[in-house]
């Protein structure tokens, strides 16, 4: 089945280490972004990806770190410079890098830092 | 700042009543619109998507958009206790898919 998998779907860390989360998609979309999403808070864009080794900052950059090395890879990195890390991530792909093309959404990862 | 507002609700419906759910935005240049079903804890489905104006119906769902006016909305008809989430209204202002704008969503709930 074609889709997006993000890992792990929990995780835990202490303040002052980076953490990395996984997002792989199958789907051959050429773009892939990163979302936050705090409770009663709509989707906030964290980066966005719309080909290989490219990519592009979104509304809340700042803390974190993206790369794009396959066509099927986006990995985020949350470092100790994120103020307030603690919250669910959500990874999206798109066919087309056009506006028209709807976004399908990975599983998510909820983010605690302690 | 460009803005999508939603009514955080909650919307409560009876079953097998239609409930209505609305979306105005700001930019009068948005030219994609989307709504997103996301279930408690899991992530957002899409429902529909709308690129003009007038109504689009899939299935129990009519997605309506009026450009001069600047909102859309989305009609669930027969709700049913599995409609039970929070949608979520997104907007495209043109470009790249960097500009699309989230509400923070419509909490409805259908009672049995």
């Known amino acids: 089945d074609g889709g997006i998998t993000q890992s792990p779907k929990y995780l835990f860390r202490k303040e002052g280490q980076n953490v990395t989360l996984s997002c792989e998609q199958n789907l051959n979309h050429d773009a892939m972004y990163w979302y936050r999403q705090d409770p009663g808070q709509g989707l906030r864009l964290i980066y966005y990806?719309?080909?290989?080794?490219?990519?592009q900052k979104g509304d809340i950059a700042e803390g974190y770190s993206v790369s794009r090395e396959k066509k099927e890879s986006f990995p985020l990195t949350v470092t100790s410079a994120q103020k307030n890390p603690t919250a669910f991530y959500l990874c999206?792909?798109?066919?087309?890098?056009?506006?028209?093309?709807?976004?399908?959404f990975g599983n998510g990862t909820r983010l605690t830092v302690t | 700042q460009k803005e999508v507002e939603q009514n955080s609700g909650p919307l409560s419906v009876p079953e097998g009543a239609i409930a209505s759910l609305n979306c105005t935005y700001s930019d009068r240049g948005s030219q994609s619109f989307f709504w997103y079903r996301q279930y408690s804890g899991k992530s957002p489905e899409l429902i529909m998507s709308?690129?003009?104006?007038g109504d689009k119906e899939d299935g129990r769902f009519t997605a309506q958009l009026n450009k001069a006016s600047q909102y859309v909305s989305l009609l669930i008809r027969d709700s049913q206790p599995s409609d039970s989430a929070t949608y979520l209204c997104a907007v495209n202002l043109g470009g790249s898919q960097g500009n699309l704008i989230f509400g923070k969503g419509t909490k409805l709930s259908v009672k049995p």
């Open positions: 709308i690129y003009s104006n």
């Open positions: 999206a792909s798109s066919a087309r890098v056009s506006g028209n093309s709807p976004l399908h």
């Open positions: 990806s719309q080909i290989v080794n490219d990519f």
